[in-house]
């Protein structure tokens, strides 16, 4: 049986996700990174920010070629050379359900002043419910907080057991860069 994976729902934005939407700067340029479908992406552009996503894959992107307000960037974060979005910086870093730890200072860095990062994935102890099982894969107790500490302001952190949509091990951010 296939475990189903809520990342390829590209209707559905996390609730994490839409809780802190507000904090946003109103018309600010989103990056939905390793984006899937784009649900998160999706979601900032029926609100009006310009987005950028970026995935391995984005063949699911099609229908958002010629979106004015979108920008669908095609690489794979874990073997292509170097960080592909430059110097480039966000009003918001939308990260869920991915994690690849060499890139953490570069999502970290792409945050611009006054710029939020929301970030969510599995954690230790998603093990005992699916996938991802591999460590690798799963962040360690507070390795959300100890990435942006020093940088970025915290707004809200959560190391969780969920099990709405499947039973899960999560943790979320919401940090804030200071202006």
């Known amino acids: 049986m296939t475990e189903p994976n809520p990342h390829n729902n590209v209707s559905n934005p996390s609730p994490w996700i839409e809780r802190f939407a507000d904090c946003i700067p109103r018309g600010g340029k989103v990056l939905d990174l390793a984006c899937g479908g784009g649900r998160h992406g999706r979601y900032f ?11 391995k894959n ?7 070629v010629a979106h004015e307000h979108a920008e669908i960037v095609e690489t794979d974060l874990e073997t292509d050379i170097g ?5 480039r910086s966000f009003d918001a870093v939308i990260v869920a359900n991915y994690l690849w730890r ?3 200072p570069n999502i970290v860095a792409a945050i611009a002043p006054g710029g939020l990062l929301l970030y969510e994935t599995f954690a230790l102890g998603n093990e005992a419910f699916g996938r991802p099982r591999n460590p690798d894969f799963l962040l360690r107790p507070g390795e959300l907080l100890d990435t942006v500490r020093g940088r970025l302001d915290v707004l809200a952190y959560e190391q969780i057991y969920q099990d709405v949509p ?5 943790q979320h951010i919401a940090a804030r860069r200071p202006l």
């Open 45 to 55: 552009l029926r609100l009006g920010h310009d987005t950028v996503f970026v995935d």
């Open 58 to 64: 984005t063949a699911a992107l099609d229908d958002l």
């Open 83 to 87: 960080w592909p979005l430059g110097r």
């Open 102 to 104: 060499p890139i953490l």
């Open 166 to 170: 499947s039973p899960r091990v999560i």
